[in-house]
């Protein structure tokens, strides 16, 4: 059974840099997309973008000048940078493995809350 | 890009059934199949309910269907049951080749 766990720092600094990482544990990232989602507290699902095994990406329009999304499929890892942060990007965020075929999430990790404060 | 509108919220007493909008453009819902719906208890990660506007995947009750008409799919829960409630949200793709979120429907089994 595939698992997917996020990890990496649970505040972050306004103007600094998210990073945060998804593992994949129990399958094969290839061939595969693996998205990152977030929520704000209290509020809905936005989707920020996917990283297919390849490499080749696709980012929401809104966050698309500040996120990057990489894959390393050697360890079996995919992650997620944000750059330029506020305290809008306040939020639980998310990896998931996309069936693109499908348009749908079918796995997701347990969610990583990130705080972006001074 | 906007998100897809859906109900802030609906109810419903148990055994009853409930249906869920998601109403977006030509552009996402209604021009494309790629609608998928997903449940989320409270401090937990969603889970996929329906995908390909009205295929279940494997496990989930089949209480739960989808469906769409025009710009409009819908996410219907038959014979509802108190573990139902919960928040939902729609999804799907865009013309612009990318993917939006329906602004989330509070579910409360009455």
């Known amino acids: 059974q595939v698992q997917l766990q996020e990890s990496g720092p649970g505040l972050v600094k306004p103007s600094e840099t998210l990073s945060l990482t998804c593992t994949v544990s129990g399958g094969s990232m290839s061939p595969y997309f693996w998205s990152w989602i977030r929520q704000p507290p209290g509020k809905g699902l936005e989707w920020i973008g996917y990283v297919y095994s390849s490499g080749s990406t696709n980012y929401s329009p809104s966050l698309k000048s500040r996120v990057t999304i990489s894959v390393d499929t050697s360890k079996n890892q995919f992650s997620l940078r944000l750059i330029s942060v506020t305290a809008a990007d306040t939020a639980v965020y998310y990896c998931a493995r996309f069936i693109l075929m499908s348009g749908a999430f079918d796995m997701w990790g347990q969610g990583t809350r990130v705080t972006v404060s001074s | 890009q906007s998100a897809l509108t859906q109900p802030a919220s609906v109810s419903g007493s148990p055994g009853q059934s409930i249906t869920i909008s998601c109403t977006g453009t030509?552009?996402?819902?209604?021009?494309?199949?790629?609608v998928s719906w997903y449940q989320q208890h409270p401090g937990k990660a969603p889970k996929l309910m329906i995908y390909d506007v009205s295929d279940r995947p494997s496990g989930v009750s089949n209480r739960f269907s989808g469906s769409k008409s025009g710009n409009t799919a819908s996410l219907t829960i038959s014979g509802l049951q108190a573990e139902d409630e919960a928040d939902y949200y729609c999804?799907?793709?865009?013309?612009?080749?990318?993917?939006?979120f329906g602004g989330g429907t509070k579910l409360t089994v009455l």
């Open positions: 030509g552009g996402d819902v209604g021009g494309y199949n790629y």
């Open positions: 999804y799907s793709y865009t013309s612009i080749s990318t993917w939006v």
